[in-house]
């Protein structure tokens, strides 16, 4: 298998990828970018140097700003591999890809520096019916949004907590899309909880007005907003046909074919899992985090992260993030000296800081319920890929199953193509309420290359490379 040297290899190019990727350029380095996607921009920044909506401005502004950054990584003409999966690396900082673009085949690379920009992901949301056709995340629903413009064409019931979910809901009303119902999860505790958080949130005061500016444009469309939902189920035999929902100790239903479903997003740590990486609990966030210096620099030398892979901050703290990482791996690879990275991390340091410290309240704000996270009803599906339930994993709790590594043995739990990204944070929970302990003490599944799926066919096609890098990689045409 052919080998190629590069400096710094950036792998994803949302809004950390991009700027990580730009300040290396700025220091002297010679980056490569590689992403799963086809163009530039990352989830929340997604199709926005092309987007198909007649209309892009019905995303709102903080979309439309993504495309400044796009065109300052077009311009600098930075090595771009689009549709490239990075599905292994190693502490060595040897990197396997497989690239859809080059008509496949799978090369590997070798970095002086890694900066890891894999972004966030929706947190696990399993409630009864979750599973039903006409059920899905409210991320996927936005991503259909920008990747397509392809919108619902029946009013959805959005439900859970998080203010994706208000943005969604947001975009579906300027884009002429009725929604029919928001069921927020948020406990009555939690604005309380928030109130502490105040000042920080006073300090950005941009994002509290976006916030209210959400409000008044959902109340202004007279869309139905029940708070404080203490229960969900999807009702329906082939597909989603009602969503029950309790609120005040009372049953209500509403009547709906479409369910998007949200409560907050984690960091994706499926790849520095599988590096080896030291993770540690984010008890304010209610997730795992891989253990990073101020630079982003892991627990192994040289490897990066950057963005809400870090820990959620948001898009405009991923650029920032994305900077000083890339900052501090050019000084570690000598184009750099340690006072002018200083001097340069001063002001991304402030501007890191007026991004974050509005997150304490948020998190305080959004924080999902105990309930939602472990469910309470045995026979809830928690892991899709091998159909196994709540039930299940309290059973084997009981059983002596400590940890969601040995949910494998137990059940295949975690082992499906999705390598437990969407069951890991449920089962931890649930073994930990089983066990009467912490979730850190039950620990996360051992993650093991690759870490998606990769066919046979790429694996047994190489890609030379001379041939790969005959192709000068750029913005594609």
Known sequence: MSTKHVDLLVVGAGPAGLAAALEAKRHGLEPLVVDENALPGGQIYRSVSRSPLADPGVLGPDYLRGRALVDAFTEANIAYWPQTLAWQIGTDKRVSVTRQSAG???????????????????????????????????????????????????????AGCGPLLYLFAWQLINAGVPVRAILDTAEASARR?????????????????????????????????????????????????????????????????????????IPNTQVTRSIGCDHEWDEAQLCWRPKTDSWGETSVPGIFVAGDGAGIGGALAAEPSGRLAAAQAAAKLGRLDAAKRDSRALSLRRELASHTSIRPFLDALYRPADGFRAPADDSTIVCRCEEVTAGDVRRMAGLGCVGPNQTKTFSR??????????????????????????????????????????????????IEAPEFLSERAGFPK
């Open 104 to 158: 496949g085949g799978t090369l590997q690379i070798e970095a002086g520096a890694i900066v890891l920009a894999s972004g966030a992901q929706e947190r696990p949301f399993p409630i009864p019916g979750w599973t039903l056709p006409g059920v899905m995340g409210v991320g996927a629903a936005q991503t259909l949004l920008k990747a397509s413009a392809l919108v619902p064409d029946t009013p959805a019931v959005l």
């Open 193 to 265: 909880e928030a109130l502490r958080h105040a000042g920080g949130a006073l300090r950005a005061p941009s994002y509290l007005l976006k916030g209210f500016k959400l409000l008044s444009t959902i109340r202004a469309a007279g869309v139905q907003h029940v708070k404080h939902v203490s229960s969900l189920r999807v009702l329906g035999k082939a597909q989603a046909e009602a969503i029950e929902y309790v609120v005040d100790g009372k049953t209500q239903r509403i009547d709906t074919a479409l369910v998007l479903l949200h409560q907050g997003v």
């Open 413 to 462: 739990c975690g082992m499906g193509p999705c390598q437990g990204r969407f069951c890991g944070m449920t089962v931890a929970e649930l073994l930990a309420q089983a066990q009467d302990c912490p979730v850190p003490e039950v620990g996360y599944y051992r993650i093991r290359p690759p870490i998606k799926p990769v066919t046979l066919g790429e694996l047994a096609s190489a």
